[in-house]
C-alpha cells in the first residue's frame, strides 16, 4: 500500500477527474418504444388493478430463460444452470425456473424452503456462514443437493454433523483467486484447494466433487476465463491427477450482466463500491453550494451478448482445463434471467413545475437505485420516443424516494399510467414495508 501525501492525493484525484464514463453515449429509446408496443394491454390492466404493481411477463421470462440455457448449453461441456434464488424469490418465478428444467442456487434456511416449496430437484447450497440449522435442514434433503462449502470451519462444522447423522452429502469448495477483489470475503484460496481436499478425506459421508467460484456484475466473459486460467495453472502444478480425477463438477457462479436496458449517470459510482470521477466532481461542487452540469446526460450500460460470452468461457475450458480435468459445468445465473420480465406500473398522483409524485415508493425496491442508475420509466397514457427532463419521486416522506430525472413522455398529468420497465432482479427481494406495503404482483 503507498502511504498518500497530499501531493500524490492530488495527483490521483486529477487523474480521476479525468477518466472517461465506463459506458455508451446511446439512448434507451428502443425499450421506450418495446414498452409502448403493449400500451393496449398494460393499459387495460392498470385499469383494473391497484396501482402500484409489479408485472411479470411469462412469455418474456420463458424466453430470457431459454435464451441463457441454449448459451451455455451450446458452449459449456454438460452444462447445468441452477437459478440464483436471491435475485428474485417469487414463487411463481422459482417454478417457472423448475419448469424449464434449471436447478435452484440458494444461501440461506429461507431460500432452501422456498426452493422446496417450488418443487425443485437440483439445489446448489452456497453462501458465506451456514448455521447449523441450516446445513441440518440441508442434509435433509440430501438427495437433491450440493452443499458448496465456504471454508475449512465449515468444512468441520458439517463433518461434525454427518458423522453424527451418519447421511452422505455431495459438496463442493468455493474459492477466489487474483481477480476476486471484493469476492474474497467467499471461500478458500486458489492455493488452498489440495490442502482442503485432502481435510475433506478425514469425512466418510462428504463426497467432495466439485470446485465453485462467483464473481458479480460481469459485462463481459474475461474474468471468468481469467479465474479458468488461474485454475488450471494451479490444478496442472499442484492438484495430483488422482485427485483431479474426482473433480465432477466446476461451478462457475453467476453475474452475467444484461445488456442495453439501464445506464448510468456522469456521477455514478462504477459498481461495485469505487467512486467515479464524476462523483468527486459532483461532491465538490455541491460541498461548495454549486449545481454542476454535467455535458453528458447519461451512458448506457452495454454488456458481451450472452452467446459471446458462453462462447469465449468455452474457448477457455477446451484450451486450459479439458485436457485436466474430465467434468460438468454449473453456472448460477441471477439477474440475466430475471431483470427484463418484470415492470414496476404506477400512477401520476401529482404534477409540480418541473417535479412528479408518483404512487411508487422505492420500497418496492429497496435501495436507492434511482440516484445512480439510470432507468428509462415511460408514461404510457401519453407517451413519446423522447424524453422530457422532469424529476420523477415516489409518495414516501423522504427525497431519496427517486427515480430518475427523465420520462418518455409527450405531457404528464395526474392520473397517468406510468411504467419502469427491467425491474425483476435485486428489486422485489430487496422491497421493504417502509412506510407504504410492498405492491402486490401480477402476472400475464
Ligand atoms: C454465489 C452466487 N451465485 C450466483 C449469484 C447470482 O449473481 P447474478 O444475479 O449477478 O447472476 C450470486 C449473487 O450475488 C451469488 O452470490
Known amino acids: 500500500m503507498k502511504k498518500s501525501d497530499s501531493t500524490h492525493a492530488k495527483k490521483l484525484i486529477l487523474k480521476l477527474l479525468q477518466e472517461k464514463p465506463r459506458g455508451t453515449r446511446e439512448t ?63 414463487p411463481f418465478i422459482l417454478k417457472k425456473m423448475v419448469s424449464e428444467g434449471l436447478g435452484l442456487d440458494v444461501s440461506s434456511e429461507r431460500e432452501l424452503k422456498l426452493a422446496l416449496a417450488a418443487g425443485a430437484k437440483k439445489i446448489l447450497f452456497s453462501g458465506p456462514g451456514k448455521c447449523e440449522k441450516e446445513l441440518r ?46 469476492w474474497s470475503k467467499f ?26 467460484f462467483h464473481i458479480s456484475l460481469n459485462l463481459r466473459s474475461e474474468k471468468y476465463s481469467q479465474v479458468l486460467r488461474e485454475l488450471a495453472i494451479y490444478l496442472e502444478k499442484s492438484f495430483p491427477k488422482n485427485l483431479r480425477e474426482k473433480i465432477k463438477f466446476i461451478d462457475i457462479g453467476g453475474g452475467y450482466y444484461p445488456d442495453n436496458v439501464e445506464g448510468f449517470y456522469p456521477w455514478s459510482d462504477h459498481y461495485p463500491w469505487t467512486l467515479s470521477g464524476g462523483h468527486i466532481k459532483k461532491l465538490a461542487h455541491e460541498y461548495y453550494g454549486e449545481k454542476v452540469i454535467f455535458k453528458d446526460k447519461y451512458f448506457i ?123 425483476g432482479a435485486y428489486k422485489f427481494t430487496l422491497a421493504q414495508t417502509f412506510i407504504k406495503e410492498i405492491p402486490p404482483t401480477v402476472i400475464i
Open 137 to 182: 435442514l440441508a442434509l435433509e434433503h440430501a438427495d437433491i443437493l450440493t452443499i458448496n462449502m465456504d471454508s475449512f470451519e465449515e468444512l468441520h462444522r458439517l463433518g461434525k454433523l454427518t458423522n453424527q447423522t451418519k447421511t452422505h452429502i455431495r459438496a463442493g469448495i468455493r474459492f477466489f483467486s487474483s481477480v476476486h477483489g471484493a
Open 301 to 423: 450500460t452495454r454488456a458481451e451478448p450472452q452467446e459471446e460470452m458462453a462462447k469465449k468461457i468455452g474457448q477457455t475450458i477446451e484450451k486450459h482445463l479439458k485436457k485436466l480435468v474430465n467434468c460438468i459445468y454449473y453456472t448460477e445465473p441471477g439477474r440475466i434471467l430475471v431483470n427484463n420480465s418484470t415492470y414496476i406500473i404506477g400512477t401520476v398522483m401529482d404534477v409540480k413545475d418541473k417535479v412528479i409524485i408518483t404512487d411508487i415508493g422505492i420500497n418496492a425496491t429497496g435501495w436507492e437505485f434511482g440516484q445512480h442508475f439510470y432507468m428509462p420509466i415511460i408514461n404510457l397514457t401519453h407517451p413519446d420516443t423522447k424524453e422530457k427532463e422532469m424529476r420523477i419521486y415516489g409518495s414516501l416522506c423522504t427525497p431519496r424516494d427517486f427515480w430518475g430525472y427523465y420520462i418518455f413522455a409527450k405531457k404528464i398529468q395526474t392520473g397517468d399510467t406510468i411504467v419502469i420497465p427491467n425491474q
Open 28 to 90: 434507451l429509446t428502443h425499450i421506450a418504444k418495446q414498452v409502448i408496443a403493449q400500451k393496449k394491454t398494460l393499459l387495460a390492466l392498470a385499469q383494473k388493478q391497484e396501482s402500484p404493481f409489479y408485472l411479470i411477463d411469462e412469455k418474456h421470462l420463458q424466453s430470457d430463460i431459454q435464451t441463457f440455457t441454449k448459451s451455455f448449453d451450446a458452449h459449456l461441456p454438460g452444462h447445468e444452470a441452477y437459478y440464483a434464488v436471491k435475485a428474485n424469490y417469487h
Open 187 to 212: 471461500g478458500i484460496p486458489l492455493n488452498q484447494l489440495k490442502k482442503f481436499w485432502t481435510t475433506t478425506e478425514k469425512y466418510p459421508y462428504i463426497h467432495l466433487e466439485g470446485l465453485h
